[in-house]
């Protein structure tokens, strides 16, 4: 069964520091997303993106954080400075676009940090 | 503000009964309706999905919705210890033909005991 992939599956990085979270959504799907989840919170959406732009996006997507479809097959979330907050784990979902179907995620990537 | 409501559990069954998991949302124009299964440390995965009024089964699980009572609810039958983890509903509101983001209740913390 086709999946969504995310890597790497646990990052670690300074305060301040740029991370890109990479993730190859199911291949026919259309709307790809990213959400993420903090320690014992509820999973919060952040971006939601199709036709190479993005469709919305919440209160936390400021401008810290992008969105790229840089080829035909991986969708990237980059985070440019981090802060200590941004520790969460971030989960990429993709669907097949048509109306209401459901979204399927990756494992996820845990992002500490420091 | 878009909300939905999940008793947050734990909610304890002896392997073999019925667990009955429900969820209320506060948009009216909320169109489609899922429940995820998150065991601890990994990614949501769509156990069921459901967009009109009534009862859909599918298996061991019955995802059950009243929209007119904003409420929308999970029977998992014959419940084994390997259902034990936390049930997230998530809600799918469609503006304008975009496809959407999904607002997800903070989850139910379901235990099978043997």
């Known amino acids: 069964e086709p999946e969504v992939t995310q890597t790497p599956s646990h990052q670690v990085t300074q305060m301040g520091q740029e991370v890109i979270l990479r993730c190859v959504p199911i291949s026919n799907h259309l709307y790809f997303y990213w959400y993420r989840q903090i320690l014992g919170q509820k999973v919060e959406f952040l971006v939601s993106f199709y036709n190479n732009e993005i469709s919305e996006k919440s209160e936390i997507f400021d401008d810290q954080f992008s969105v790229e479809r840089p080829d035909g097959s991986n969708f990237t979330l980059k985070i440019r400075s981090t802060k200590l907050e941004d520790s969460a784990m971030y989960f990429c979902?993709?669907?097949?676009?048509?109306?209401?179907?459901?979204?399927?995620f990756g494992d996820g990537t845990r992002l500490s940090i420091l | 503000q878009k909300e939905v409501e999940q008793n947050s559990g734990p909610l304890s069954v002896p392997e073999g009964a019925i667990a009955s998991l429900n969820c209320t949302y506060s948009?009216?124009?909320?169109?489609?309706f899922f429940w995820y299964r998150q065991y601890s440390g990994k990614s949501p995965e769509l156990i069921m999905s459901?967009?009109?009024?009534g009862d859909k089964e599918d298996g061991r699980f019955t995802a059950q919705l009243n929209k007119a009572s904003q409420y929308v609810s999970l029977l998992i039958r014959d419940s084994q210890p390997s259902d034990s983890a936390t049930y997230l509903c998530a809600v799918n509101i469609n503006y304008g033909g975009s496809q959407g983001n999904l607002i997800f209740g903070k989850g139910t913390k379901l235990s099978v005991k043997p």
């Open positions: 979902a993709s669907s097949s676009g048509y109306s209401n179907q459901p979204q399927h």
């Open positions: 948009d009216r124009g909320s169109q489609s």
């Open positions: 459901i967009y009109s009024n």
